[in-house]
């Protein structure tokens, strides 16, 4: 199956000025713009056409910017709340769920819809690739990576904070192909991100490419695909909790391809975004109508994140300005920022747990208690089709069903370390 798959055909769009070019094979941005931007994909086929579930997420392939599939992904699921819905007196409330939860054969061995982006983004890189993959993470980003390489045999260079290693874990040891570096302890995403950098300097590196990377958006865009495709309609609302935005992202661009699709609909969701409190520039920037991020002290901000409990949604340098970035998401949808404290998504996560029966991640407990927000502000039709994105869950049952192992970093760095140092200390590296 996987190997008679052909190679979806599509094209590279600018958002910064409408430029349309093919595909390097890693191409980031958009030939000669000097303006920030995102270059969007064209698919050369504009009705999705599903394969089946045998597939796992490249039963979406027509619109995955992809060469090729991987052994092991999964795609979300989606399905109708019953507990969660009757809760909130909600008629139409639908759950895009990526993780773990057996019942529901939902079976993401790192229960997180980064997953979507791994094997996406590591079907896209091509067969002639010599260089080591560079991914920074806070976390869940992290594991999925190293779950998806190591199964592949991917060579893979993971800079993670120390602060977040806890996230490392997985039901087998990994393939040497992985490796970690990260940031000492009281370091945050930027402190990981700032590894990489000095990385990808080097020969024998290459950036993932983050939310410039198409395969990375387009691979999550797959929750709503997936929702869509189950429903049979376009949601009217869409709730999802931020850090970069890029899944917010991600839920635009492929609801602008179902428009065109023409099959689901003619409307565009309502991005609901939420931030975890105290940690919240998109919010802060949103509230200001300012295309520009505020000014942010980066130890106030490390401050910050030690409090919050959704750790992952702590990116100091999301896509939020850039053409084709989450300012214009929320622009062309007329969507909103919302903020919800760590006793809201403790709240929300134990109300989830009770409703629908599984544990989530603080991250999607951010999303559901700003769902719960929303509705008790009686300002949402409760007849309205709702789609709740939720990004991770089951880990505490798939922590009780298997025993697990942790990945150990083999470098940790200062946070402000010089690049010369970091250099010399990753060439002593070795991916034989």
């Not at 052909?6 to 000669?32: C, H, I, M, R």
């Not at 819905?85 to 409330?93: F, I, K, T, V």
């Amino acid at each position: 199956m996987l190997s008679t798959f052909q190679p979806t055909s599509y094209k590279l769009e600018s958002q910064a000025n409408s430029a349309v070019f093919a595909d390097n094979g890693w191409t980031l941005e958009a030939p000669g713009e000097t303006r920030p931007h995102l270059v969007r994909a064209i698919y050369e086929k504009k009705q999705l056409e599903l394969k089946d579930e045998s597939y796992g997420l490249y039963q979406f392939a027509d619109w995955l910017p992809i060469g090729k599939m991987l052994k092991g992904s999964r795609a979300p699921v989606t399905f109708a709340s019953k507990g969660l819905a009757e809760y909130l007196g909600l008629s139409r409330l639908y759950i895009t769920f990526s993780g773990y939860w057996p019942e529901r054969n939902i079976q993401m061995p790192t229960c997180s819809f980064k997953e979507t982006e791994a094997y996406s983004v590591c079907a896209r890189i091509p067969a002639t690739e010599k260089r080591v993959l560079v991914v920074a993470s806070a976390g869940n980003t992290a594991r999925a990576f190293a779950q998806v390489c190591s199964d592949n045999q991917i060579p893979l260079l993971l800079s993670v904070p120390d602060d977040n290693l806890d996230a490392l874990w997985f039901k087998a040891p990994l393939n040497d192909c992985v490796k970690l570096i990260c940031a000492k302890k009281g370091g945050d995403y930027y402190d990981a991100i700032h590894l990489s950098n000095i990385a990808c300097e080097m020969e024998g590196f290459f950036a993932e490419g983050g939310a410039k990377n198409v395969a990375r958006r387009d691979g999550m865009g797959t929750t709503m695909l997936s929702a869509v495709t189950t429903i049979g309609q376009i949601p009217e609302y869409y709730f999802q909790a931020v850090g970069s935005g890029t899944g917010a992202i991600a839920a635009w661009e492929a609801n602008l391809r179902l428009l065109e699709d023409g099959r689901f609909g003619q409307n565009k969701s309502l991005l609901m975004v939420s931030q975890n409190v105290p940690f919240h520039p998109i919010y802060d920037a949103w509230k200001a109508d300012s295309r520009v991020l505020l000014p942010m002290n980066d130890n106030e901000a490390r401050k910050q994140v030690e409090i919050m409990d959704a750790k992952v949604l702590s990116n100091r340098k999301p896509p939020y300005g850039l053409a084709g970035g989450l300012f214009d998401a929320l622009k062309d949808t007329e969507g909103e920022v919302l903020l919800v404290t760590n006793e809201e998504a403790r709240a929300a996560a134990a109300l989830f747990l009770e409703t629908e029966g599984i544990d989530i991640h603080p991250a999607a407990a951010v999303a559901v208690a700003s769902l719960v927000q929303r509705i008790k502000m009686g300002d949402i039709n409760p007849e309205s089709l709702m789609m709740l994105n939720i990004t991770g869950g089951g880990e505490e049952r798939f922590k009780r069903d298997h025993e697990l192992y942790y990945l150990k970093p083999e470098l940790v760095f200062d946070l402000e370390p010089e690049t010369e140092t970091v250099k010399a200390r990753l060439s002593e590296m070795s991916w034989k």
